[in-house]
Nanobody, 115 residues
Framework: QVQLVESGGGSVQPGGSLRLSCVGSGNFFSSRTMRWHRQAPGKERELVAEITPGGSTNYADSVKGRFTISRDNAKKTAYLQMSSLKPEDTGTYFC?????????WGKGTLVTVSS
């Protein structure tokens, strides 16, 4: 069983930065694709960024150039560095781990961007 625990959320003013962390348990962390999703109030969950086992990254157009996803396999941790935050980045951010057709999800961490 894989467990994912997110942290690092909080309240920040527009233009600010936050770094989210996702610590995983279980085996095969280094061979899992790690993703960050977010869900704004009243909206569907959307993919924000992903990083493959080989280190390739993909981003939603809305966050390109502002967010950076990374991973530290030795620490079984994935990160999402968020900069130049906008009010529309507000939402609950969920960590997701995928391998061999099986998804695991964390419980999320809330990010609020407001002046």
């Amino acid at each position: 069983q894989v467990q994912l625990v997110e942290s690092g959320g909080g309240s920040v003013q527009p233009g600010g930065s936050l770094r989210l962390s996702c610590v995983g348990s279980g085996n095969f962390f280094s061979s899992r694709t790690m993703r960050w999703h977010r869900q704004a109030p009243g909206k569907e969950r959307e993919l924000v960024a992903e990083i493959t086992p080989g280190g390739s990254t993909n981003y939603a157009d809305s966050v390109k150039g502002r967010f950076t996803i990374s991973r530290d396999n030795a620490k079984k941790t994935a990160y999402l560095q968020m900069s130049s935050l906008k009010p529309e980045d507000t939402g609950t951010y969920f960590c997701n781990s995928w391998r061999a057709g099986i998804d695991y999800w964390g419980k999320g961490t809330l990010v609020t961007v407001s002046s």
